[in-house]
């Protein structure tokens, strides 16, 4: 079963503007990571924050990290048309650090 | 640095016909996974190797797919014979180590059975 679940499911905004999606897991955590993913390609690491961690910024990516309500959320600020792709969070727990992984933020930039 | 190579890129097979997909990690890297994703859905792993030792087999359907990794580098997943649900992207990745576990992901191999 797919623990990390991704909301919304599809966001659509106009270039420049900021983009926020979420994610919520079950169980606790070694790491949670965000991941993008363009069309017919494979899967690119963008972050990863630890569960002692509570926010961690990378370029125009900010994502945070709410342990006791089992959440994570990835901010992308001043989007670009190249941001479009699909955004997927992938929790890491228990001793053998599997990922497990969500279905996926469709983002659609518009120019 | 390479990155992680899959072969073939694209794959169109008949039903019960076997097929079989390569996976070149980033050199250093211990693990390796194969992953499973359906349109719109994340990965779902199928197998994770240490080295050359497969160490989480759970969800792979052991009745039609197998997989190697021979001398802890290369992969191969196979599947023999195909169903027409085994159409999806195949994804292999590797990390550095199961702790270390920022993977990096090949291309792909969509396989269609038709």
């Known amino acids: 079963s797919q623990q990390g679940e991704e909301d919304p499911q599809a966001l659509s905004i106009q270039e420049g503007e900021n983009a926020t999606m979420n994610c919520s897991y079950k169980?606790?955590?070694?790491?949670l990571q965000w991941y993008r993913q363009n069309s017919g390609r494979g899967l690119v690491h963008l972050i990863l924050i630890r569960s002692n961690e509570r926010e961690k910024h990378s370029g125009r990516l900010r994502v945070t990290l709410d342990t006791s309500k089992k959440s994570s959320s990835l901010l992308i600020t001043a989007s670009r048309a190249a941001d479009t792709a699909s955004y997927f969070c992938?929790?890491?727990?228990?001793?053998?650090?599997?990922?497990?992984w969500g279905a996926g933020t469709k983002l659609i930039i518009k120019p | 640095e390479a990155g992680v190579v899959q072969s073939p890129r694209y794959k169109i097979i008949e039903k019960k016909q076997p097929v079989a997909f390569w996976c070149n990690p980033i050199?250093?890297?211990?693990?390796l996974y194969w992953y499973l994703q359906n349109l719109g859905q994340g990965p779902e792993l199928l197998i994770r190797?240490?080295?050359?030792?497969?160490?989480?087999d759970s969800q792979l359907p052991k009745d039609r797919f197998s997989a190697e990794r021979l001398k802890g580098v290369d992969s191969t997943l196979k599947i023999q014979p195909a169903e027409l649900g085994d159409s999806a992207v195949y994804l292999c990745a590797s990390s550095l180590s199961p702790s270390e576990n920022i993977q990096y992901f090949g291309a792909g191999t969509r396989l269609s059975v038709l």
């Open positions: 169980t606790s955590i070694n790491n």
């Open positions: 050199s250093g890297h211990n693990t």
């Open positions: 992938a929790v890491s727990g228990g001793s053998n650090y599997q990922l497990i």
């Open positions: 190797y240490e080295n050359e030792e497969a160490v989480d």
